[in-house]
């Protein structure tokens, strides 16, 4: 293996920085011990950037965290080598590895919350690192270097902000500050595991873009681990796809996303609803989970879940292997030619070794292949045509006191919702994107009837709801209910499966005992899981299982219309997939009227009629999901297009895009007039004096609320 | 609701059919691979047995005095551990003492615990004004030190067994309501519960459905501890004299009486009754310590 690799490195590329050599990572709990990395070797030469993609649970983290020795209580590297800079890190010492970690190699964790110290400050942690490790430098200097540092992670007034606490900084400052220290010693190597899913898309951006700078200024090779492939299709040189342990497939970014090779990989990318050719396809699913690796598993790891699986792929394990097709050399010279890809790649393609494209599967996409081609399935894609109004929000209004109690003066107040009218028909699917803190998920819970709005009407099927009597009011929940992100937060842990389900039945009296049962089973039915299920407790079931768990609760009402408030933003793309289908199904087979709430602009698209666009409160934009996406009126709507990580590598680079600039400011002191005008690029004094009129210029139906809509129609997004 | 499409299969989910065994089963798993805690059990069980099944194995007068054996040392005329000052059988007090400090112990203590639990639950998942105003109500109660409002109270009363217990009672459920208020206050604001409002359902089935049950960890564990010091309550007040009337006796009374002749070197007044006290409060303590174990890893995969 090792031989094989070092051999078609090629004699002029330059000595890897960092090799890990058929790596193996055992992690032993009270009962049971699980082979998390079970033979994965990867290189990487100085400047380079490597991303390491895969589901949950497949051991890209282990990866990240095995070459710190930062394994977690129970981890140990049980057979392999991680070369450093020629130093073996998996034999390394504590106090050889104390030296390396924060020093040569930097590290940025996914929350900038927890990664920080909230008892010191800013300054004394960037500077922290240089005082461990450089035995010269004084405090005076530490400090001045951290200062530096903080300027170069593009915070705003460094000076002042060193004596700053991490509270007192938004989580895009925070994640800055996180990057400071890992980078303040000017390590060799930055190992960036998830540094931005705790962010918005918007801080996403331009997090992605401040490492990407740094990279090159500082010249540093840099391993970035997370699950987004559209992250990883912008921000890095060579992609390893990881499954269950092992490298499935690795390949430079533009032949992976151009050409994927492996079964895996091509599943991966075809459960992108972004993927998906238009809203009434059905989107590609990875039935099953991934194993749970406490055996190891005989033959390919992918078999039981692979469509092109056979008796060969299930007995013997397939090597990773060089891809070999003669197209291979085409591709390379397109990727040397690729215009948009300015002098930074073209040298990174130089000085990246050419390691080729690997996979390891016995029976990979065939070269001729379009990557991902689409099944359209049959059934009609809108089920039923939008009806009468069913949901209507007038002005409405929330605002939150900000207090510390009962007894405690009220210090002002937070304007999460600040005026939306809004109105979802029967029928139809009504998607809600912004960024966090727009209140967006207020919004939800007060048509959920979980909050009471400070102002506005919400009415349902024609009915105010705030003139409803207690009795209408409780009878009333029933056509509404609400799905929640987190399954497992949302389900009685003490509860088995068939009490859950069977509880909103109880609570408003419908059917004897029996009746209970058999509805239970036939929801089990319905969202594809095992009757057998009713006996089983919430925590014993997977993310995705879950949350068709919490579906079934949902529908148990037979409610008219479903709130789903990012339903499927903690799943990985294959599950994710899955659910998106099943409520596509559900909704067609039961009539059923969705508001969906999410963050990711492609699951909107791919499920919404209606689009609803909310920034600080207010909806800023509305209308047809095909004219908002196609010709966004709002200059907040466009920025969040442009900012959108697009998984294709092509894509990306080709256009201009005017990513979104700046922070959300404070909901307790929105900016007067138009919300949106601290970040706009055409903001005018009018925006601060008076609020935008809703207009719409484009088409009926289709609203904007700002003073100077966009008019030139863009070409379509690639989202 | 009409039969929906057939079960489709989704590959995958297979295993997700099995039942699995409930969750008091397998808090019963770790409990009882727990050494301190068997032994706290086992303890238990055998200080019950000795209150209430040794009488029938050993019978001794337990009513009527008799000052001429008075004060024997142990092994004479067949008293295995003497006799006390007014000539009563030493084994056969301890006997009938434990069956007082136990009752009164495991009484007040449940009392207390369930009174605590619900005060503590309402005042949780209510919060606002409801909550201030009924924490204020502990507060208050807490600032009473309760040793002397147990001897006032008691030496007001004369105390029978039930006075006792509702004396003890009265004093320690504070400490329950004040975890479990802790528990529900994070427990309400749980999506469980919000989402069993989505359903319509009200304040009662919140509180009794979710978050007790919840809790449940807590309140057991501190159960066990509010037993221990109900029954050490019980040996205080004793020990000042404020306990039931003779002929009755419980462990602290007997511990006070012993006292008086410690100068007389008769050890065998002081020294079966206090260890006994200890052995009961140690019990109780690893017990709870079992089941707060038990309870910890419970969620746990």
Request: glycine residues 10%.
């Amino acid at each position: 293996m090792t031989e094989l690799q070092l051999t078609d490195a090629g004699p002029g590329t330059p000595a890897p920085l960092l090799s890990i050599d058929d790596l193996h990572v055992d992690i032993a709990s009270r009962d049971r011990t699980v082979h998390a990395l079970d033979g994965v070797s990867l290189d990487l030469v100085p400047g380079e950037a490597l991303g390491i993609v895969g589901e949950s649970g497949c051991g890209k983290t282990m990866t990240a965290l095995s070459v710190l020795g930062l394994l977690p209580p129970g981890g140990t590297v049980t057979g392999g080598r991680i070369l450093f800079d020629g130093q073996d890190l998996a034999a390394a010492s504590a106090p050889t590895l104390q030296d390396v970690r924060g020093n040569t190699v930097g590290m940025v964790f996914q929350d900038p919350l927890t990664s920080l110290n909230p008892t010191m400050t800013i300054g004394a942690q960037v500077a922290e690192p240089l005082l461990l490790h450089r035995a010269g430098i004084g405090r005076k200097e530490a400090w001045a270097r951290a200062e530096e540092m903080l300027r170069l992670v593009g915070m705003p007034q460094p000076a002042e902000r060193m004596k700053n606490y991490p509270h007192q900084l938004s989580g895009g400052m925070r994640q800055r500050v996180a990057i400071a220290m890992a980078l303040v010693c000017e390590p060799k190597l930055l190992i960036a595991d998830e540094p931005t899913t705790a962010l918005d898309v918007t801080t996403q951006h331009q997090i992605l873009e401040l490492i990407d700078n740094l990279r090159q200024t500082l010249g540093m090779a840099m391993i970035l681990v997370t699950h987004d492939l559209g992250v990883i299709a912008n921000r890095v040189d060579r992609v390893a796809v990881m499954y269950a342990g092992k490298v499935a497939e690795q390949s430079d970014v533009r032949g992976l996303f151009a050409r994927p090779r492996h079964r895996y990989t091509e599943a991966l990318f075809a459960a992108l609803p972004e993927r998906a050719a238009d809203r009434g396809t059905e989107l590609h699913t990875i039935p099953g989970l991934p194993p749970s690796l406490t055996v190891r598993p005989t033959g390919c790891r992918f078999a039981p879940r692979c469509s092109f699986a056979t008796q060969e792929c299930r007995e013997r394990e397939p090597e990773l292997e060089l891809s070999v097709e003669p197209s291979v050399e085409p591709e390379w010279g397109l990727v040397g030619a690729a215009p948009a890809a300015a002098g930074q790649d073209a040298e990174a393609a130089k000085a990246s070794p050419p390691s080729g494209h690997r996979f390891a599967c016995f029976h990979p996409v065939p070269y001729g292949d379009a990557p991902a081609e689409q099944v359209v399935t049959p059934p009609p894609a809108t089920a039923t045509e939008p009806g009468e109004v069913l949901l209507e929000l007038d002005a409405l209004v929330k605002e939150f006191p900000l207090s510390g109690g009962p007894f405690a003066r009220r210090r002002g107040t937070v304007s999460a919702v600040g005026g939306v009218s809004l109105s979802v028909r029967r029928g139809e699917t009504y998607g809600m994107v912004g960024e966090s803190g727009c209140g967006k998920t207020t919004l939800g819970r007060i048509v959920a009837g979980l909050e009471e709005p400070t102002a506005g009407t919400v009415r349902f099927d024609g009915r105010d709801l705030s003139g409803l009597s207690r009795a209408e009011r409780r009878a009333h929940r029933r056509r509404i209910q609400l799905m929640f992100q987190d399954s497992t937060a949302a389900m009685d842990p003490r509860m088995r499966v068939g009490e859950i389900l069977r509880e909103p039945l109880v609570i408003q009296g419908v059917g004897s005992r029996a009746e209970r049962e058999r509805l239970t089973a036939e929801l089990l039915d319905a969202v594809g899981l095992p009757r057998g299920a009713v006996h089983r407790y919430p925590h014993e079931f997977s993310g995705g299982q879950r949350q068709r768990l919490g579906l079934a609760r949902a529908l148990t009402l037979a409610p008219d219309l479903v709130v789903a408030d990012e339903p499927v933003s903690a799943l990985d793309v294959s599950v994710q997939a899955q659910i998106l289908n099943l409520m596509r199904e559900l909704q067609r087979e039961r009539g059923l009227t969705y508001l969906f709430i999410s963050h990711d602009l492609a699951v909107i698209r791919h499920l919404a009629d209606t689009v609803g666009v909310m920034y600080l409160g207010r909806l800023v934009e509305s209308g047809p999901a095909e004219q908002v996406y196609a010709h966004p009126l709002h200059p907040y709507t466009r920025g969040l297009l442009d900012t959108v990580n697009v998984p294709d590598p092509a894509a990306a680079s080709g256009g201009e895009r005017e990513p979104l600039r700046g922070e959300t400011p404070s909901a307790a002191q929105p900016p007067s007039g138009c919300r949106f005008r601290t970040r706009c690029p055409f903001a005018a004094e009018v925006c601060a004096t008076t609020e935008p009129p809703v207009s719409t210029p484009n088409a009926a139906g289709h609203q904007v609320a700002c003073h100077f809509p966009l008019a030139a129609p863009r070409l379509a997004s690639a989202v | 609701m009409t039969t929906t499409t057939a079960p489709h299969t989704v590959p995958g989910h297979e295993e997700a059919a099995q039942a699995t065994p409930s969750l008091a089963r397998r808090t019963l798993q770790v409990f009882t691979g727990n050494k301190l805690a068997l032994t706290g059990v086992v303890l238990l069980v055998l200080l019950l047995a000795f209150s209430y099944l040794g009488p029938l194995l050993y019978d001794t007068e337990q009513t009527h005095t008799d000052l001429s054996q008075a004060n024997l040392s142990p092994g004479t005329d067949g008293h295995l551990l003497g006799t006390t000052d007014l000539g009563y059988d030493m084994v056969g007090r301890l006997m009938v003492a434990g069956r007082t400090s136990l009752e009164i112990g495991l009484a007040a203590g449940l009392l207390a615990t369930l009174f605590g639990t619900v005060y503590g639950a309402v005042s949780g998942y209510f919060g606002g004004w409801v909550d201030a105003a009924m924490m204020r109500i502990t507060d208050a109660a807490l600032a009473i030190p309760a040793m002397f409002l147990l001897v006032v109270v008691a030496a007001i009363i004369t105390p029978s067994k039930g006075v006792l217990i509702l004396i003890i009672a009265a004093v320690a459920w504070l400490s329950p309501a004040r975890l479990v208020r802790g528990e529900a206050l994070s427990l309400r604001n749980r999506e469980y519960v919000q989402a069993m409002r989505m359903m319509g359902g009200g304040g009662a089935r919140a509180v009794f459905k979710h978050i007790v049950p919840n809790a449940i960890g807590t309140v057991i564990v501190n159960c066990t501890f509010q037993i221990a010091d109900a029954i050490l309550y019980v040996s205080y007040l004793a020990f000042l004299g404020l306990s039931i009337p003779p002929p009755s006796a419980d462990w602290g009374s007997m511990l006070s009486a012993g006292i008086t002749y410690t100068q007389n070197g008769y050890w065998w007044l002081i020294f079966p009754p206090g260890i006994a006290i200890v052995l009961v409060v140690a019990a109780f303590n690893f017990i709870g310590d079992g089941l707060r174990d038990a309870f910890e890893v419970r969620l746990r995969k």
